[in-house]
């Protein structure tokens, strides 16, 4: 994956997926499957920083990774944040979708902790949405792009797929929850498909027009 690749004598410009979670590799290298970029994951950077994420918005978030990360290698770097809003908690988690149960925590920990707090709470009253913001640095500017999905959160876990929040997230059209579906039928409806299809049309026109 780091090494360089050529195509009619012309290097593919390279492009930093500024993460180190592998479950977000593997979708977002889906996403991104057909893109004439070479993919870089961090495992090519062994000393990139571990970039603090303290913004309040996951727009803010997003960009600070992907500038960071960028400036580190030299490199383009594209970042996201995403977050999981429950309309009864206020937008809980939100911008701590990722450590709402606390510092260096299991996925499960912080399902556990929504169950918890949703316990008792009416279907029809357990609406959500996740939204996540791609951001591309590149030449010192940085570019966002955004998705969303609506969806209700389930009272116990369903599927084993995904990741996150997935098991719990249940999408109506589809009558099932994240966990319960195909990649390929989750990144066609998902907040993370839809920003990355935006990112895509993003990169095609600044780069290759």
Same mark, same amino acid.
């Given at each position: ?15 930093v997926?500024?993460t180190?979670n ?26 990139a ?41 206020h937008?809980a ?20 902790? &929504?169950? #918890? ?6 279907w029809?009253?357990?609406?959500? /949405? *996740? @939204?996540?913001? !791609? ?47 195909? &990649?390929? #039928? ?11 299809? /935006? *990112? @895509?049309?993003? !990169? ?6």
């Amino acid at each position: 994956m780091t090494e360089v690749t050529v195509v009619q004598n012309t290097v593919l410009r390279k492009l930093v997926l500024a993460t180190r979670n592998n479950d977000k590799i593997v979708e977002i290298g889906k996403l991104l499957q057909g893109l004439d970029v070479q993919l870089l994951s961090l495992d090519a950077f062994p000393e990139a920083p571990d970039v603090l994420e303290d913004g309040d918005t996951l727009e803010a978030n997003a960009i600070k990774k992907a500038r960071e990360i960028a400036e580190y290698t030299g490199l383009a770097a594209v970042a996201d944040d995403t977050g999981l809003e429950v309309d009864c908690l206020h937008g809980a988690p939100g911008v701590y979708s990722g450590r709402y149960a606390g510092e260096n925590v299991s996925y499960s920990d912080n399902v556990n902790k &929504l169950l #918890d707090e949703l316990h008792g709470v009416p279907w029809e009253e357990r609406k959500a /949405r *996740f @939204r996540c913001v !791609v951001a591309l640095h590149d030449n010192g500017m940085s570019k966002t792009v955004e998705g969303g999905c609506e969806g209700i959160i389930c009272e116990k876990p369903q599927g084993s797929k995904g990741f996150g929040y997935d098991p719990v997230f249940f999408v109506q059209e589809y009558g099932k929850t994240f966990a319960e579906m195909e &990649l390929a #039928d989750k990144n066609t409806v998902s907040h993370r498909g839809i920003a990355f299809k /935006r *990112f @895509r049309q993003l !990169v095609e026109e600044q780069w290759f027009k």
